[in-house]
């Protein structure tokens, strides 16, 4: 009993917290859902204007994580696995930085996008995994540049997805 007692006294508290931050949340994409509608209904051809931008802006993230892209906006470090956590925190910034596109954008496009940015993370570190233990930056990124070449790069697909749905807006 007494148990049962200390176990609902931490447990109250935490669903209290969970229920208050559910109803804010709801209110929020509520919030946000009524914007979109007001935004449509009042202003149809501005909708598609902020659309196409962040179509565009999404493309150009693509671009940008595109590995051989990264490895030469992304300075070698001298310890290689700083080099590769600053390739991996590039990644998540650009995409941190272009989040708010998701509202304008298809859900199932930006899930794609959201894909992508994992798996092209996920293959950095795979190709790190490649090598050997006392790998240097340099090694790192001709092992990325090499892979590049042999496989399709994760955003390829979601770039036809992007004219696709940009197609779609006409």
Known sequence: MIDLLE????LVPVLLIAAILCYYFEKILRALENLLNFIENKHPTELNVYRLQA????????????????????????NPNLYEYSLIKTI????????????????????????????????????????????????????IIAQSINEKAPSSDVLLKLQKDIQALK
């Not at 996008?113 to 090694?139: A, D, G, R, V």
């Open 92 to 143: 998540q910034e650009e995409f941190e930085h272009n989040v708010s596109q998701q509202i304008y954008i298809h859900p199932d496009t930006w899930q794609l996008i959201f894909s992508t940015k994992n798996m092209t993370q996920n293959f950095i570190k795979k190709c790190k995994e490649n090598l050997n233990e006392n790998f240097t930056s340099e090694q790192l990124r001709d092992e």
């Open 55 to 78: 179509y565009e802006r999404m493309a150009i993230f693509l671009e940008r994580i595109r590995p051989t892209q990264l490895v030469h906006r992304v300075d070698l470090l001298e």
């Open 7 to 10: 176990l609902l006294k931490y």
